[in-house]
């Protein structure tokens, strides 16, 4: 039986190295197509850059004059999907209108002053933190551009946070 | 005496039309060896001649692959008309829609057969999968299949997903925002896969034209690819799950004859499926809201509701179980269900075995329950997140109330095999029923049980 079995072996090994280098040279090949293809069509279908450089949101939004907005107040720009807060100190931020829970569109709820999301009761005060749940982390803002006592608000990026701290603020 | 005339010139060109049609040969229809047209054509290379008696019983299916399929065939020939008329672009979409309801002849009915025929589909085929588990369908032979339905299913989901956002109206809009902002709690790639999803940051433009594209070209023809195969299968493994050991004698060669009893049974069940669409969306409409506006949420905002079932769980455990672990956990199970039975011969019975069924109703009662019992403690009764505040919310709002609720969940699961003395198919399938019967709950708490604010409330309140 054993003198039986070495023959095939032999037969068998000064084929094995080369073909199987080739073999598993044609697997990579094809490999390597499929990953070129997965690419190509993911690089396809993915968004480009043309979306964020149009006027109004996803471009720099002019808000106008510091003086025009009191301290304490909210005033909405739809234009921009962003709110622009005044806080106590001054200081200006650009809050996303987007809830952080699952995307809705906050309402500046003058009375109460605060936000609050419609779709499932998350607030957030003047600052964009979270008051109540089920918000995990505090508003996105925008970054704010003061150049001569005019407001511009940099709509291109959201600037994610967990919550608020003073460096978020642009002062005056 | 008359004269037989010889047939015309015109005759003979149709005959011969005909013979090719149903691919006789001349020499054979002489010689009076016609072939049936109906056995010798497509339908038997999905049928056999005769199937075993059991199968062509109507509860042993409850013919709900067939309802499925003429449910697929309202849809694609509803949505072929539906394309003549809708305009993928917000601030065409709305108005398209008007037009067709509005001007187009039936264009409202097509649209709600459309509609209507779109969610019982999800239902019929979530029935289709409850049957065939239940019957053992998914044992050898037939375990391939069971993933291959299971491909079919979630490719029919994302049919109707996508289909959701095309009215542009208010509901399909903040459905898709919020659907879509869940993969924000995805860690690494929920990002990426949303922005690309959408075609940008938010729903918009490109979204809308992604979504058509993907409703009306890319999904219609994997479904139909996947059917065709799909059914192959089904006619390779030897036609549908019967009993392998009938109860008696008499049963065991009983056959039918496929044409005409088992099609004759085929055409019933489809003609009437069809006519009870067609009498449902000629009574109901489907809905239609206000045209989309980005700047003004409603509330409630929810989900399409065969999604609804995540946004409940994220009200309950941190997200990043409530959309990635417990919906991955979900699927993989439901994938490696065919290859953790072992091939027991109680195929085509149904619930496996008498005590099964018991065991299967005690499970469900109990999934209601359980289920039932974390809703509404989860609403009344603990607060975690404020009696442990020091804590990071994984582990607060995520690992412990879902190691307490499955801890509880297999102290029963114990008590349930000890007092069955069960095996471990019957254990596979309590723990099935229990899941299903689950998520079932989930779905209608938050589909009708929530109200303003997705606070608990009675849906007539």
Known sequence: MKQQKKPKETEARPVTPRRGFLNMLWWALGALAIAELIGLVVAFIRPGKKASQKEGYGGLVTCGPTSDFQVNTVTAFQRGHFYLARLKSGGFMALSRKCTHLGCTVIWDEKKSHFECPCHASAFNLAGDVISKPAPRALDYHRIIIENNIVKVDTGKRIKRQRFSDDQVTAV | MEIKKPPSKTNLLISRIGLSITRNSEQAAKAGKKRKFLPGTLVFHFRPRRVPHAAARFTQTWGLGGIALVLVLLLFSTGLMLKLAYKPFPDMAYDSILTIQRDVHFGLW????????????????????????????????????????????????????????????????????????????????????????????????????????????????????????????????????????????????????????????????????????????????????????????????????????????????????????????????????????????????????????????????????????????????????????????????????????????????????????????????????????????????????????????????
């Open chain 2, 110 to 461: 097509v649209r709600n057969i459309h509609h209507w025929s779109a969610n019982f589909l999800a239902i019929v085929l979530f029935l289709h999968m409850q049957r065939v588990f239940f019957t053992g369908g998914f044992r050898h032979p037939r375990q391939f299949n069971w993933v291959v339905g299971l491909v079919l299913f979630l490719l029919v989901l994302a049919s109707n997903f996508t289909g959701y956002l095309l009215p542009w109206d208010q509901l399909a809009y903040w459905a898709i925002t919020i659907s879509t902002g869940m993969l924000d709690y995805v860690p690494l790639f929920g990002g990426w896969l949303q922005t690309v999803i959408r075609g940008g940051p938010e729903i918009g433009p490109s979204s809308l034209l992604l979504f058509f594209a993907v409703h009306t070209a890319f999904l219609p023809m994997g479904i139909f690819l996947v059917m065709m195969f799909h059914f192959w299968r089904v006619r390779k493994a030897g036609g549908v799950v019967v009993p392998m050991m009938p109860a008696t004698e008499e049963a065991q060669g009983a056959s039918t004859p496929v044409f005409p009893d088992l099609l004759l049974k085929e055409l019933v069940t489809a003609l009437a499926a069809v006519a009870f669409v067609l009498i449902f969306s000629a009574m109901f409409n489907a809905p239609l809201e206000m045209k989309a506006n980005p700047g003004l949420s409603p509330n409630p905002a929810k989900a399409p509701w065969f999604f609804i079932g995540m946004q409940e769980m994220l009200l309950h455990v941190h997200p990043f179980f409530a959309v990635l672990v417990i919906p991955l956990l979900m699927l993989g199970g439901l994938l490696a269900l065919p290859y953790l039975n072992d091939a027991s011969p109680a195929g085509g019975v149904w619930f496996y075995s008498a005590k099964g069924r018991r065991m299967g109703i005690t499970s469900a009662v109990a999934a209601v329950i359980f289920s039932a019992a974390g809703i509404l403690g989860d609403a009344f009764l603990f607060d975690l997140t404020n009696a442990l505040p020091a804590l990071p919310s994984v582990i607060v709002s995520g690992v412990l109330p879902i190691a307490v609720f499955s801890g509880v969940v297999a102290i029963f699961m114990i008590f349930l095999q000890r007092r069955y003395a069960a095996d471990s198919n019957e254990m596979i399938q309590s723990i099935y029923i229990f899941v299903m019967t689950g998520y079932v709950v989930l779905t209608i708490t938050c589909l009708w049980l929530r109200g303003v604010n997705m606070a608990l409330a009675w849906p007539w309140g």
